[in-house]
């Protein structure tokens, strides 16, 4: 996808050579982590959870397959967020990765914010954060083997650059703009923060059966595949030949059912937060198609 050089007044925080004690690494990190999954999933996530850590000896890409949207949860810890030298410049021009991640990042801000004004409807500008292994959130604890994620508490989309590469070579999704879809999937979580649509499902969550809750989440996050398809299609002149096919291959490759029978050999339904392979693809096309934010409505009929 051709994208624009990104903009040097996006927001932009770089925690890539800081330290945030405590925790460690590995599994001590992974379980200190469990009552944050048990209140967004229940008790099917942290089984999960505690599934792919013995398979893969990680959390796997687990923030990607259980809800890059994580939930409103209180802070842990103290760590002080600062922006790299230079700012947005500094941090978006560290690497390749860094790069291609503020292009698309600042492209789906335009979008967005453009969407939003011809709504007349109040747009603000979410944050993107850089860290590299371990790093801090409104949320908590950020650690790369959970995957990308969106944290409303602080209206940031947390990003180890690393996940890129394991995007191409565990789940063979390459492309420029299989990555793409990551920041725009993420960034479809904030819309959905601005929109009230997060809490409104949180709040519903609350009073839900485990099971229920999961098929809620599995809504909200086709919708923000939906949202992803949206800015691509809003930004249709810029795509290229593949581009759209290695969408729909990053698509599938982080479907739950895929995902759970390559963790276990097995499918649980019951269990799903982000949907099959198959919806996740019908809904990334069906706002490809579309470019209509109002085309995304997962919470209305069958999904």
């Known amino acids: 996808m051709r994208l624009d050089d990104f903009d040097p007044n996006i927001n932009v925080e770089d925690q890539r050579g800081q330290s945030f004690g405590g ?53 842990i810890g103290t760590g002080t967020h600062t922006s790299g030298a230079g700012g947005a410049s500094g941090a978006c021009s560290v690497d390749q990765s860094s790069r291609a991640a503020c292009n698309a990042f600042s492209s789906a801000d335009k979008t967005w914010a453009a969407l939003f004004a011809r709504s007349n409807e109040r ?54 703009f299989a990555q793409d879809y ?29 099971v229920d809750a999961n098929r809620l989440s599995v809504r909200l996050e086709l919708q923000a595949d939906c949202y992803a398809g949206v800015w691509a299609a809003q930004n249709r002149d810029r795509l290229e030949p593949g581009d759209v096919q290695e969408g729909m291959t990053a698509a599938q490759a982080i479907g739950d059912d895929t995902l759970q029978k390559e963790a276990q050999g097995r499918v649980m339904p019951d269990s799903f937060t982000h949907g099959t392979s198959a919806q996740r693809q019908a809904w990334l096309k069906r706002g490809l198609n579309s470019g ?8 209305s009929g069958a999904i």
Do not use: W
């Not at 893969?56 to 890059?68: C, D, H, K, V, Y």
């Open 23 to 75: 925790g460690g690494g590995g599994g001590g990190l992974i379980f200190s982590l469990l009552p944050l999954i048990g209140s967004r999933f229940g008790c099917g996530g942290i089984a999960i959870a505690l599934l792919l850590l013995a398979i893969f000896g990680g959390f796997g890409n687990l923030g990607n397959m259980l809800g890059s949207g994580v939930g409103n949860t209180p802070q």
């Open 123 to 176: 747009f603000t500008q979410p944050k993107l954060v850089f860290y590299s292994g371990q790093g801090r959130s409104g949320c908590g604890a950020a650690q790369s083997a959970m995957g990308p994620f969106y944290c409303p508490t602080d209206q940031g989309i947390y990003l180890d650059t690393s996940f890129f590469q394991e995007l191409q070579d565990r789940f063979h999704a390459a492309g420029d």
């Open 182 to 210: 990551v920041i725009a999937h993420e960034f479809g979580h904030h819309i959905q923060t601005l929109l009230g649509t997060s809490e409104q499902v949180r709040r519903q969550q609350a009073r839900m059966s485990d």
């Open 292 to 299: 209509d934010p109002a085309q995304c409505d997962t919470f």
